[in-house]
């Protein structure tokens, strides 16, 4: 096995197009790598941001490095500060936001990779 066969260095990672103002920036997913099986992203959601109720067919994992984010979990509410993470397992009904009045900055992990049409989102 040859080195570059052994790791997977990603220094440019996928600019997801939003209209939101949010930052994504998918590192490894079907985007970049096309890898099925996972996706992480790292993302700024702008202070007022959210999006729909989805409830989608992988498990997502949140770590919130700076600010606060607000996490709608089957009719509770939850606030993830910096430091603080979050699994919502697949097939649960969730919506994600930042109510604040300062950016948030996390990573989220998707597992399988995420995809638009396997987030069913609400409209």
């Excluded at 096995?1 to 998918?26: C, H, W």
């Excluded at 989608?56 to 607000?70: A, N, S």
């Excluded at 509770?76 to 919506?95: D, N, Q, Y």
């Excluded at 930042?98 to 995420?114: D, G, K, L, S």
Aim: glycine share 8%.
């Amino acid at each position: 096995m040859s080195l570059k066969e052994k790791y997977s260095l990603q220094r440019n990672p996928f600019l997801v197009p939003t209209e939101d103002g949010k930052y994504i920036a998918e590192h490894f997913g079907l985007a970049t790598d096309g890898s099925a099986g996972m996706s992480v992203a790292h993302m700024i959601a702008p202070p007022g941001w959210s999006e729909p109720y989805q409830t989608p067919d992988f498990d997502e994992y949140t770590l919130v490095v700076k600010g606060q984010k607000q996490v709608e979990v089957n009719g509770e509410t939850l606030v993830l500060k910096a430091g603080e993470s979050i699994k919502v397992r697949r097939h649960v009904r969730v919506r994600y936001s930042n109510p604040f009045t300062e950016p948030c900055e996390y990573v989220a992990i998707c597992t399988p990779a995420f995809t638009l049409g396997t987030a069913h989102r609400e409209a």
